[in-house]
């Protein structure tokens, strides 16, 4: 269970214009590498509104394809919600902070035939900075720690360092390319829209 905790890591961690601007309404499109042996590139979708000053609602998906078991189609989905905090602490960089729960299942089909197994939960906090270089490219950096208990299969927790840089095209388009420490290094690219 400990080599799919460098992605869930990385799924749980990514939540984040210039001179302090930042904006922290958006969905976002990710794919991410991982070191599960055998299993496909984890596809996230990731969100994040604004609701109160400095805080905001934060969301993901991400889903794993797995090696086939017996001709069954297997793959492993998270889905996550949670609080965001966000606080100016210079004219460019703000810290960033969440808290989320996380649920994990266990998708399994066969032709026509599907059936998903809630494997387990669990919750993830995060805490960073977010910084505007320029004009066009933002970072973040971030210490990320998950606390899982899977059902039948144990328990587990993590903590970890990522950083993702971030170019923006536009004020409502971007794209980013980050990693996380979390086991062995994970890559993470995705293209985000931001309203």
Do not use: W
Request: net charge negative; with cysteine; proline share 2%.
């Amino acid at each position: 269970m400990n080599r799919m905790l460098p992605v869930l890591a990385l799924s749980c961690a990514i939540s984040s214009a210039y001179a302090g601007d930042f904006n922290y309404n958006f969905v976002e499109g990710a794919l991410i590498t991982n070191d599960i042996e055998d299993a496909d590139t984890t596809f996230g979708l990731k969100g994040s509104y604004d609701v109160a000053t400095n805080v905001n609602i934060v969301g993901s998906f991400f889903s794993t394809g797995l090696p086939d078991v017996n001709g069954v189609d297997v793959s492993l989905s998270s889905f996550s919600i949670g609080l965001g905090y966000h606080k100016p602490m210079s004219e460019k960089t703000d810290f960033v902070g969440d808290i989320q729960y996380i649920n994990y299942d266990i998708d399994l089909s066969q032709g026509n035939a599907f059936a998903s197994v809630d494997v387990g939960d669990g919750f993830g906090v995060n805490a960073g900075i977010r910084h505007s270089f320029s004009e066009k490219f933002e970072g973040e950096a971030s210490v990320n720690y998950i606390d899982l208990d899977f059902d039948n299969l144990g328990s587990g927790s993590d903590t970890s360092f990522s950083a993702t840089g971030r170019y923006l095209f536009t004020d409502n388009v971007s794209a980013s390319l980050g990693f996380s420490t979390a086991d062995d290094s994970d890559v993470m690219a995705a293209l985000r829209y931001s309203f």
